[in-house]
């Protein structure tokens, strides 16, 4: 299970290798338990271990695997971020994409031997979905053949950007590009912010930590501002883009290329999305199954809490939702890579269905990955809200997706545009044109479901339903949009009368995708017993989703009454069909406990002991009599007491 996981037995088995190196060097173990450490601290042991890494992290990876540097990071660094998140989720991701042969034989050897820490420094204190909105600009002077970055007003401050802060010293920064008084729109610059011998603030240069947040808080999220600060022309990225020292400025082959670091970290985040959730879930279902409370006969003990169907209720869809989002993100990143070769070499054909689709998954994936985290929380009871669950900094770290690469609603959208122009070919007769994400919308379907009369259709019937509540909600909210605009309304204000029904859209496009990439999964497997395992998942993972959007299938009558019986009661059958396998579904990810940082998920089940250990050796605990009380409160009660 672990290869379908990980996507092949040798990734399963470098994981495990990974680990077990990594269990044997102290020195990048975190010295104490991340919750009992201020952020200065926390900030302090990252870094120390990210110079380790830097010497030692060839013996332990293939530095050039995403994966293996992922599973690195998640193992030693952990899930709250260090110092050079953004070096290498973004600021390698956007130089390799978008600067020139010339410009990365410059800076990426550079970025690599780590000799320049960097990030990428898009967002702004007044704007941050609004690319055409942002204010800091890059006017060009001719004279120097420079550009002069500058940060007109407060709100044009760059705010957000991880590691700005503190710890970068170099940035890629969008600005608004000016030459000769015209405006090209937003373009990525490499900018040096920090001398790189002193790491002081370069003049012309302000910038610092915008302060701690719900998660994340080893990053340092910072500010920058520039006053009138000059770089060379050729720190313009200019893999696409070029403006020559007179000034000419020559297009991209397609508008939105300079997007692509956004469109990487949408395309890669959907397996640290499905890692959070399985982790938390791994932690909820191990304790779980040792946490005791209740009886169901009244005439037996105690039984596991695991054993009650609504604690299975709460858990086991969302263990489908792991699986669906890993097989999903496995899925996109493939896309992702191809449609990258692609552009490299000039063609930017698939552009458009790759941004839609990472769109809408990312939307929906840290949505209900967040939902999943936090049912998880709740289903440990009173010791899921302890920090030693650290099921509420998964939570926290796992919802900042739902914001960060642009606002969930914002980005569903940006499908819809997609999903309406898809709409328009069906409606003029066009649906040959439509690509193959969205053929299903052109393709006439039956007028009812049969999913329960034919119940080993082996997922037929239950993605024919799901393409037909798609196909419904995509026109429907389309029409409604024509509609508004035959009788006069503008575009925009008609787009906007309608968002909430074109999101409904896009949430059902994407949900059909994510089952579609389950059931592609589970097809391709040749071992038995996995794909019998799977298949209950599955199974559970259809019949769930399909009773959570089944109003879009009864307001047409495409499921009865008595459909969506069958489609509750199978959901019931296979919560208890999992039950025996719930456990091992989760530690097939063999999260080790050094990733899972969790004093209730131990491999163990060792909780009890290990909650009173963690308990006493909370910096509270140093002393028996708190200065609080010596200062305060003790003299309070003694003056009350005269
Ligand atoms: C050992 C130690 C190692 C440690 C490091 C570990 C390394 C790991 C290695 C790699 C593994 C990676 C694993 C990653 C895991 C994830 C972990 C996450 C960590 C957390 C990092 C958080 C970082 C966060 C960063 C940011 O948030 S950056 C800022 C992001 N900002 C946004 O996303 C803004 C959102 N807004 C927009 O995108 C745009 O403004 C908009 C799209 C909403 C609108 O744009 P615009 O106004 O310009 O466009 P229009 O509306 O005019 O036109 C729209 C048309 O353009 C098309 N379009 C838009 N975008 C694109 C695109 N990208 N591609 C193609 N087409 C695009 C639209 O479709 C429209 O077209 P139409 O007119 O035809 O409809
Ligand atoms: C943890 C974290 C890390 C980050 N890291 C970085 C980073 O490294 N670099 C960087 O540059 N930025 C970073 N950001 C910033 C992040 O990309 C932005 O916060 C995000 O893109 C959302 O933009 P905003 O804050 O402007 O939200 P807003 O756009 O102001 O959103 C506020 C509300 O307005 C709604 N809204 C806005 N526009 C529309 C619209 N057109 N239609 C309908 N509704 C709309 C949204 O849906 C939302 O409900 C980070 C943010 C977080 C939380």
Same mark, same amino acid.
């Given at each position: 299970?672990a290869?379908?996981?990980?996507?092949s037995?040798?990734r399963?088995?470098r994981?495990?290798?990974?680990?077990a190196?990594?269990?044997? !060097?102290?020195?990048l173990h975190?010295?104490?338990?991340?919750?009992f450490?201020?952020r200065?601290?926390?900030?302090?042991?990252?870094?120390r271990?990210?110079?380790?890494?830097t010497?030692? !992290?060839?013996?332990?990876?293939?530095p050039t695997?995403?994966?293996?540097l992922?599973h690195l /990071?998640n193992?030693v660094?952990g899930?709250?971020?260090?110092?050079?998140? +953004?070096?290498?989720?973004?600021?390698?991701p956007a130089l390799?994409a978008q $600067?020139?042969?010339e410009?990365?034989?410059?800076?990426?050897?550079?970025?690599?031997?780590?000799?320049?820490?960097?990030?990428y $420094?898009?967002t &702004?204190?007044?704007h941050?979905?609004?690319?055409q909105?942002?204010?800091?600009?890059?006017?060009?002077?001719?004279?120097?053949?420079?550009f002069?970055?500058h940060?007109p007003?407060i709100? @044009?401050?760059?705010?957000?950007?991880g /590691?700005?802060g503190?710890?970068?010293?170099?940035a890629?920064v969008?600005?608004?590009?000016?030459?000769? @008084?015209k405006?090209?729109g937003?373009h990525?610059?490499?900018v040096?912010?920090r001398?790189e011998?002193?790491?002081?603030p370069?003049?012309g240069i302000?910038i610092?930590?915008i302060?701690?947040?719900?998660?994340?808080?080893?990053?340092?999220?910072?500010?920058?501002?520039?006053?009138?600060y000059?770089i060379?022309?050729?720190?313009?990225?200019m893999?696409?883009t070029?403006?020559?020292?007179?000034?000419?400025?020559?297009?991209p082959p397609?508008?939105?290329?300079n997007y692509?670091a956004m469109?990487h970290?949408? @395309?890669? !985040?959907?397996?640290?999305? $499905?890692?959070m959730l399985?982790?938390?879930?791994?932690?909820?279902?191990?304790?779980?199954?040792v946490?005791?409370?209740?009886q169901?006969?009244?005439?037996?003990? =105690?039984?596991?809490v695991l054993e009650?169907?609504t604690?299975?209720?709460?858990?086991?869809?969302?263990?489908a939702?792991a699986y669906?989002?890993?097989?999903?993100?496995?899925?996109?990143?493939?896309l992702y890579?191809?449609?990258?070769? =692609?552009?490299k070499s000039?063609?930017?054909s698939l552009?458009?269905d790759?941004?839609?689709?990472t769109?809408g998954?990312?939307s929906v994936?840290?949505y209900?990955?967040?939902?999943?985290?936090?049912?998880?929380?709740?289903a440990?009871?009173?010791?899921?809200?302890?920090? @030693?669950?650290?099921?509420s900094?998964?939570?926290?770290?796992?919802i900042?997706?739902?914001t960060?690469e642009?606002?969930n609603?914002v980005?569903?959208l940006?499908?819809?545009?997609y999903l309406?122009?898809s709409?328009a +070919?069906v409606?003029?007769?066009?649906s040959?044109?439509?690509g193959?994400?969205?053929?299903y919308l052109?393709?006439?379907s039956?007028p009812?479901?049969?999913?329960?009369?034919?119940?080993?259709s082996?997922?037929? =019937?239950?993605v024919?339903?799901f393409q037909h509540?798609?196909k419904?909600?995509?026109?429907k909210a $389309?029409d409604?949009?024509?509609?508004?605009?035959?009788?006069?309304?503008?575009r &925009?204000i008609?787009?906007?009368?309608?968002?909430?029904?074109? /999101?409904?859209?896009?949430?059902?496009?994407?949900r059909?995708f994510?089952?579609?990439?389950?059931?592609?999964?589970v097809?391709?497997?040749?071992?038995?017993?996995?794909?019998?395992?799977?298949t209950?998942?599955?199974h559970?993972h259809?019949?769930? =989703?399909?009773?959570?959007?089944?109003?879009?299938?009864l307001?047409?009558?495409?499921?009865s009454?008595s459909?969506?019986?069958y489609i509750?009661?199978q959901v019931?059958?296979y919560?208890?069909k999992?039950?025996p396998?719930a456990?091992?579904l989760?530690?097939?990810? &063999?999260f080790?406990?050094? &990733?899972l940082r969790?004093?209730?998920?131990?491999?163990?089940g060792?909780?009890?002991?290990?909650?009173?250990?963690?308990?006493k050796?909370s910096?509270?605990?140093?002393?028996?009599?708190?200065s609080?009380v010596?200062q305060?409160?003790k003299?309070?009660?003694e003056?009350?007491?005269l």
């Open positions: 299970m290869a379908q996981i990980w996507g037995e040798k399963a088995r994981r495990r290798e990974i680990s190196k990594i269990a044997q !060097m102290p020195e975190d010295s104490k338990p991340l919750p450490m201020t200065e601290e926390k900030i302090m042991e990252s870094a271990k990210l110079t380790i890494l010497e030692k !992290m060839g013996q332990i990876i293939d695997d995403p994966a293996e992922y /990071n193992e660094l899930l709250e971020g260090n110092p050079m998140a +953004l070096h290498g989720v973004m600021f390698i390799s $600067a020139s042969d410009q990365q034989a410059k800076w990426l050897p550079r970025a690599l031997r780590r000799e320049i820490i960097g990030t $420094a898009q &702004e204190l007044g941050g979905t609004n690319l909105n942002l204010e800091t600009t890059a006017t060009y002077d001719l004279a120097t053949q420079e002069v970055l940060t007003q709100t @044009a401050l760059k705010w957000w950007p /590691n700005l503190k710890s970068s010293n170099y890629v969008v600005a608004h590009m000016i030459i000769k @008084a405006n090209y937003p990525p610059f490499m040096q912010l001398d011998k002193t790491h002081e370069l003049p302000t610092g930590d302060g701690p947040k719900m998660a994340y808080n080893i990053v340092d999220n910072g500010f920058l501002g520039f006053n009138k000059r060379p022309r050729t720190n313009l990225l893999r696409h070029k403006v020559e020292a007179d000034g000419t400025y020559i297009k397609h508008a939105k290329i692509s469109v970290v949408r @395309a890669y !985040m959907l397996t640290g999305q $499905a890692i399985a982790s938390a879930l791994n932690i909820a279902t191990r304790y779980s199954s946490r005791r409370q209740g169901i006969d009244k005439s037996q003990p =105690e039984v596991k009650y169907q604690q299975q209720h709460r858990l086991f869809p969302s263990i939702r669906a989002f890993q097989f999903a993100g496995a899925e996109t990143v493939k890579e191809h449609v990258l070769k =692609e552009m000039g063609n930017v552009m458009a790759l941004h839609a689709l769109s998954l990312k994936v840290t209900q990955t967040g939902e999943g985290i936090e049912q998880a929380r709740m440990c009871g009173g010791h899921g809200y302890s920090m @030693a669950s650290y099921i900094e998964i939570y926290g770290v796992a900042g997706g739902c960060y642009g606002e609603m980005m569903l940006q499908l819809a545009r309406v122009k709409a +070919l409606k003029s007769g066009q040959s044109k439509l193959p994400l969205v053929a052109g393709v006439k039956e009812t479901s049969l999913i329960d009369r034919i119940p080993n082996g997922f037929t =019937e239950y024919k339903t509540v798609s419904r909600q995509t026109l $389309a409604m949009f024509f509609g508004l605009m035959e009788k006069g309304e503008k &925009e008609a787009w906007n009368k309608c968002s909430v029904e074109l /999101n409904r859209a896009s949430r059902l496009h994407t059909l994510i089952v579609e990439a389950f059931v592609r999964r097809n391709e497997i040749a071992d038995i017993r996995i794909k019998e395992a799977l209950d998942l599955l559970l259809v019949n769930y =989703e399909l009773l959570d959007i089944a109003s879009y299938a307001e047409d009558g495409f499921l009454a459909q969506l019986d509750r009661d019931y059958l919560l208890g999992i039950r396998n456990v091992s989760l530690d097939s990810w &063999e080790s406990d050094i &990733e969790s004093v209730l998920g131990r491999r163990d060792n909780v009890y002991e290990n909650l009173f250990k963690w308990a050796s910096p509270l605990n140093k002393t028996d009599v708190l609080s010596t305060y409160l003299p309070m009660m003056k009350a007491r």
